[in-house]
């Protein structure tokens, strides 16, 4: 049986797929010119969560990347009282995503879905050095981010996106305290519909 976010993660590999001009069918590893393998195209790690050697939900192989991504996927369904669909973004996803990527010289990249929802189902949360890298001219279309602070439990080390309050699609924000001693950088929150601007 799949695993509780194997539909989730699956998609995204498509998405990569389709930007490589590759399928699932590709194959994974070729020789290259010199007989050594290498990687043919983007992947979902299978078993990801149980995997010591390889860590990640999707790894990319797109030529066109300088650094490949190591991309965590979330699929989660909460809502307010006053239904408004929340994500609850545990620190510790960032934290780990990003020192796991260093580790690989991969570059970061947390995609997570609100369950159940059409519109704005899917954002994206990279470093904004990241995301000036692997997007195209962001300054020309999108204009500056809006700046946000997430709402942070007190129980538990988490930031909370709030579906209804994200209308712009394209946010920064930064948290010098974030998961005790990581101390993180600027980040940007944008939706799928951006998904396209990649590099």
């Not at 990569?16 to 590709?26: Q, S």
């Not at 010591?52 to 190591?70: H, L, M, P, V, Y």
């Not at 609850?88 to 369950?115: G, M, Y």
Request: with cysteine.
């Amino acid at each position: 049986m799949a695993g509780k976010g194997y539909n989730f993660e699956s998609e995204i590999e498509d998405f990569f797929l389709e930007m490589e001009n590759k399928n699932k069918h590709t194959p994974l590893l070729v020789f290259d010119e010199r007989g050594f393998l290498k990687v043919n195209r983007s992947f979902r790690v299978p078993a990801s969560g149980a995997m010591d050697s390889i860590k990640g939900d999707i790894i990319t192989a797109n030529e066109k990347f300088t650094r490949q991504f190591k991309v965590e996927c979330k699929s989660r369904l909460e809502k307010t009282k006053r239904d408004g669909q929340i994500v609850h973004a545990e620190k510790e996803w960032i934290t780990k995503n990003e020192r796991e990527a260093k580790e690989d010289n991969q570059v970061p990249v947390l995609c997570f879905s609100f369950k159940r929802v059409q519109k704005n189902r899917i954002w994206w949360l990279m470093k904004e050095e990241d995301f000036k890298a692997y997007i195209y001219h962001e300054e020309c279309y999108l204009g500056s981010p809006e700046v946000i602070k997430p709402k942070q439990s007190k129980k538990k080390d988490v930031l909370t996106f709030i579906l209804k309050d994200l209308k712009s699609g394209y946010y920064c924000f930064e948290d010098k305290e974030l998961c005790g001693k990581y101390i993180l950088s600027s980040h940007v929150l944008f939706k799928w519909a951006l998904e396209r601007r990649f590099m």
